[in-house]
């Protein structure tokens, strides 16, 4: 699920010279998942797969599900109605779940804004405002590109700047019915800046691909999880079909597709737990999160780090893979020979769902008729339990209604899901049909594990813990962690100048690149965009005023990932800084070009001309980046200019700017 992924480091960059006092600049730039490490260089030891199907290799290709529909018209028809099939859309009246009559505006207190969604000629906005008594002073509207949620849950909205992708600050909470800010929002309000990148839209719709550099612009962005995503690429299989090689599938498989029944436990379990567990997946060095094909070892391409809980009770709402994999039923059934399925053996999530057909339009008694499918009178002979439930309620029991209670998540607010830990403690009534209350309180975290990897190395741990504290919960308790593996002989580099730029120990990062690596090390973190960037930060940092350096670092991490617009605002900011002008406004005219509405840009280029004293152009592009977020630090160089020429004008943005910025500032 979604608060999962983000994650705000806030950069203090030395303010441009002219604003009153001795302030900093708070630039934000959002953290990518997966990049750190990830040199291109160096391949997974784990082999990613032992099986024999054709369509795990390069010869395969990804041909959508409108392939599929003529010859499985039956799956397609029922699949298409699932939360699966209808995951992400474009925003059109009739994917929408949400309620639009009498829609009171959402208010963030801590950030005093209002967020409204409206229809408007068949496209939804979403609109942001700000009052002051009866007036407006501040209104953003933004027209929502995509629906991402089937709505079994939520609806949450994504808009595009140019072909950026982002989600907008607004959520429609279907089982209570309400709008609400997006999970995390309430913590922390990105605003219409939060970036949809492919680790998230790889859980959520069929392949995505996005274009090189840049980690939300997408290529390919299919609409809704789709077949392949559990049987593997389709186009071997279609052409095989076509050309009339057809199989008795009864007696042989056919390996053109990945049956997942064909598929031993594991790796069966794996397809689902690729994305219905969402915990820090860090990749392994080379790997993408498009790699994984159905058929392969989850963590041939990454690994997936939870929280460890004094007492684990709470959970995700993206954790059915793990609650379930707890559960003894699991453990009792899959014992023994990795290498095989036996579907009257072996207990999987397919050994309830079938998932072509809606839990919705599923009959209760299919998750019933499971479970005592093993619990029975039989098994109990072969040491499996009958439950002991009283008498006069076992005939008409549901098992599920009370060992699979339904329950709230830690991480997104307003939803319940099912909790598939099944055991005798975790239930919802006592044996007499008394309501029992069960704890799923988070408990006090102690450390990070890995759910699918028995023995992760010390040096994938060094990353998690670190990639942690980063993308999820900067508490230090992870960067502790992760600096009792920092001298781990195969700690990455990378991920040791990651460290250091966490706990912003810009000498330290200096030191380790200029003196503490080998050339070999360097070259191979040439086109890693993060780490480029995060060295150019340490120059800017260190070395005021001599930013030759700095420039250079940030001109590679742009280099790396031309249309990342976080980096060339750093990069522009710091040319502006430098006072190389012309090359600043070259650069920021084109970025502007893919990216219309970042703020960040405007105000470099209103800062850039108001240096070059060309107030009237410079002021045009400050109320741009002030217009597209209200405590932009715009704001301070027109209170500056204002104060000259509109005192008035000056004043009011003062009094406002009192309530949010730094006091040394103004
Ligand atoms: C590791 C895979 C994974 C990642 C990454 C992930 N999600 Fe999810 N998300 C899921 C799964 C699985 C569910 C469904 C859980 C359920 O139905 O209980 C879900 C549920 C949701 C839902 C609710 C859908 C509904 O109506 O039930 C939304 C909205 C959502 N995620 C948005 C996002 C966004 C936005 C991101 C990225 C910023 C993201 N998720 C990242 C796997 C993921
Ligand atoms: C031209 C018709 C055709 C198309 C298009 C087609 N299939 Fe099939 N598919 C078949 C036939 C016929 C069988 C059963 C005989 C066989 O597998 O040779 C089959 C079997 C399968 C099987 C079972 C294989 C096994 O070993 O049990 C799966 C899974 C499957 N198809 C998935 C897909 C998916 C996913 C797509 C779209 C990417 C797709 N098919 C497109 C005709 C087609
Ligand atoms: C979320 C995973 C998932 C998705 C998405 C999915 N399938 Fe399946 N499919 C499975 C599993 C698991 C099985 C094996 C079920 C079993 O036999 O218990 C299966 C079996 C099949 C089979 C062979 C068995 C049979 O009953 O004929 C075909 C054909 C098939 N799927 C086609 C499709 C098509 C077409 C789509 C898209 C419209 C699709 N599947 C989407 C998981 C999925
Ligand atoms: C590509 C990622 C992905 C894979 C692979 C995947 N799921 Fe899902 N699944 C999701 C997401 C995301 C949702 C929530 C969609 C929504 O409601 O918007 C979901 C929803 C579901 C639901 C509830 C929706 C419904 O209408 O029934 C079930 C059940 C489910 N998945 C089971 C499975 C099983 C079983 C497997 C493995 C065979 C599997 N999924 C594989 C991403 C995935
Ligand atoms: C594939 C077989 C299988 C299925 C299906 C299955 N179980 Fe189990 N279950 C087991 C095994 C094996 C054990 C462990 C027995 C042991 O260790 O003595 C177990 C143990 C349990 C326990 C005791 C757990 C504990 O805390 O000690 C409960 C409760 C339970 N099952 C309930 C259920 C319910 C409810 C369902 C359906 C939702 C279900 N089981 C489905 C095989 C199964
Ligand atoms: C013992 C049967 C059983 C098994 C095994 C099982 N589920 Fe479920 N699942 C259920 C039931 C029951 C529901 C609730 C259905 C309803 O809404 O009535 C459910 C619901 C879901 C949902 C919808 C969200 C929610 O929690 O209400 C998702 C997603 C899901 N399961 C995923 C999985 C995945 C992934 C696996 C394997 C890791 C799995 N399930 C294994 C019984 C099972
Ligand atoms: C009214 C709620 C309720 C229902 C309905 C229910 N159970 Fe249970 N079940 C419990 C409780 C509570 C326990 C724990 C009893 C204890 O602590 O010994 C339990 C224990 C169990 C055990 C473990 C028994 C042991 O001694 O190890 C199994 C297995 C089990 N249930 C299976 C089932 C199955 C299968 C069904 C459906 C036929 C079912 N339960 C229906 C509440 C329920």
Redesign the pocket.
């Known amino acids: 699920?979604?608060?999962?992924?983000?994650r705000l480091i806030k950069i203090l960059i030395l303010k441009p010279k002219y604003l009153i006092g001795s302030a900093f600049l708070v630039l934000t730039i959002w953290t990518l998942?997966g990049i750190w490490g990830c040199n291109g260089l160096l391949s997974s030891t784990t082999n990613p797969t032992d099986q024999p199907f054709r369509n795990l290799g390069d010869s395969a290709h990804y041909v959508g599900i409108a392939a599929c529909k003529g010859c499985h018209s039956d799956k397609h028809s029922t699949f298409i109605e699932t939360?699966m099939g209808q995951?992400f859309h474009k925003a059109e009246r009739k994917y929408s779940?949400a309620d639009f009559n009498n829609v009171k505006p959402i208010y963030d207190k801590k950030n005093d804004l209002y967020y409204y969604p409206f229809w408007k000629n068949e496209h939804l906005y979403i609109q942001e405002f700000k009052l002051r008594g009866t007036d407006t002073v501040h209104n953003r509207i933004e027209k929502i590109s995509h629906i991402?949620?089937?709505?079994?849950?939520?609806?949450?909205h994504?808009w595009m700047d140019g072909q950026h992708l982002y989600?907008a600050p607004l959520?429609f909470y279907?089982q209570k019915g309400i709008w609400d800010l997006?999970?995390g929002y309430e913590e922390f309000n990105t605003r219409f800046n939060?970036?949809?990148?492919i680790?998230?839209?790889?859980?959520?719709t069929g392949m995505p691909t996005t274009e090189m550099g840049a980690d939300n612009i997408f290529k390919k962005l299919p609409l809704g999880i789709d077949c392949e995503r559990c049987h593997g690429p389709g186009s071997l299989h279609i052409k095989e079909k076509t050309s009339g090689i057809i199989y008795n599938t009864n007696k042989q498989a056919d390996y053109s597709i990945v049956n997942p029944k064909r598929l031993p436990w594991k790796l069966q379990v794996d397809i689902c737990q690729?994305?219905?567990?969402?915990?820090n997946?860090v990749l392994k060095p080379g790997k993408k999160?498009t790699d994984f094909r159905p058929g392969m070892h989850l963590d041939s391409i990454f690994t997936?780090y939870m929280p460890t809980q004094k007492g684990n009770t709470s959970f995700v709402?993206?954790?059915?893979a793990e609650r379930f994999q707890m559960s003894a039923c699991f453990k009792g059934s899959n014992k023994g020979d990795l290498t095989k399925y036996n579907a009257n053996i072996n207990f999987t999530c397919i050994s309830c769902h079938n998932p072509h057909v809606s839990v919705k339009k599923t009959n209760q008694e299919i998750f019933n008729n499971t479970c005592k499918g093993c619990h029975n009178a039989e098994s109990r002979k072969s040491k499996l339990h009958d439950c002991r439930l009283p008498a006069a309620s076992r005939g008409a029991s549901t098992c599920v209604g009370c060992h699979m209670p339904s329950s709230d998540?830690r991480d997104?607010p307003h939803?319940s899901?099912?909790d598939h830990y099944i055991s005798k403690s975790n239930t919802k009534f006592k044996l007499d049909n008394q309501p029992k209350s069960i704890n799923h309180k988070p408990g006090e975290i102690i450390g990070l594990h890995a759910v699918n990897s028995k023995n992760p190395s010390n040096s994938e741990l060094f990353n998690a813990y670190v990639s942690y504290f980063e993308k999820f919960d900067p508490k230090m308790l992870y960067l502790d962690k992760a600096k009792s593996l920092y001298s781990d002989p195969k700690a990455e580099l990378s991920v040791k100048i990651q460290y250091h730029y966490n706990l912003r120990e810009h000498a330290a990062i200096i030191e380790l690149w200029e003196n503490g690596c080998t050339e070999e090390q360097r070259m191979a973190l040439v086109s890693d965009a993060w780490t480029q960037y995060r060295i150019a930060n340490a120059y800017d940092r260190v070395i005021p005023n001599q930013s030759q350096k700095a420039l250079l670092y940030y001109e590679k991490a742009c280099e790396a990932m031309p249309w990342n617009t976080d980096f060339s605002a750093e990069f522009t900011n710091a040319l502006v800084r430098a006072g190389r002008y012309d090359q600043a406004k070259g650069l920021i005219k084109e970025a502007l070009k893919h990216q219309p509405k970042s703020e960040q840009l405007h105000f470099n280029l209103g800062n850039c001309l108001a240096r070059e004293n060309r107030i009237g152009d410079a002021i045009k592009e400050l109320e741009i980046a002030r217009s597209l977020d209200p405590k932009s630090q715009a704001v301070l160089i027109l209170i500056d200019i204002y104060s000259k020429t509109a005192p008035n004008k000056a004043k009011a943005l003062l009094e406002d700017a009192k309530k949010w910025a730094n006091p040394r500032t103004l």
């Open positions: 699920m979604e608060i999962a992924v983000w998942s939360g995951s779940k991402i949620g089937s709505g079994q849950h939520t609806n949450s994504f989600q959520t279907t997006p999970p939060r970036k949809i990148d680790e998230c839209m790889s859980c959520h690729r994305c219905h567990l969402q915990g997946n999160f997936v709402m993206a954790g059915h998540t997104i939803v899901i099912h």
